[in-house]
């Protein structure tokens, strides 16, 4: 059975930063692509960083651009996006999810989420 767990949430002053994590299991992670999602309320989906099956190949959304980056240890199968400076708009719940390609197509697996608050 596939499982995405994200971790690493909470509560973080605007100019802070947080590591979210990705544990999957019940599939090899080095056969997927994942990316990295989030969704604040009464706002659609939005993909913000998404690493190829290698890592050799990284998208990041603009509105996050030169704060957030992603990164992959496939032999730990985790997947991380480090997120630096952080405003209040970021706050949304973040998503992981397992897909065959870097941005295009429905993603195949998700996880349940993990919630990012930045407020003073």
């Known amino acids: 059975q596939v499982q995405l767990v994200e971790s690493g949430g909470g509560l973080v002053l605007p100019g802070g930063s947080l590591r979210l994590s990705c544990a999957a299991s019940?599939?090899?992670?080095?056969?997927?692509?994942m990316r990295w999602y989030r969704q604040a309320p009464g706002k659609e989906r939005e993909l913000v960083a998404a690493i190829s099956s290698t890592g050799d190949t990284t998208y990041i959304a603009n509105s996050v651009k030169g704060r957030f980056t992603i990164s992959r240890d496939n032999a730990k199968n985790t997947v991380y996006v480090q997120m630096n400076s952080l405003k209040p708009e970021d706050t949304a719940v973040y998503y992981c999810?397992?897909?065959?390609?870097?941005?295009?197509?429905?993603?195949?697996?998700w996880g349940q989420g993990t919630q990012v608050t930045v407020s003073s």
């Open positions: 019940g599939f090899t992670l080095s056969t997927a692509a």
């Open positions: 999810a397992a897909a065959a390609s870097l941005v295009r197509g429905r993603a195949d697996y």
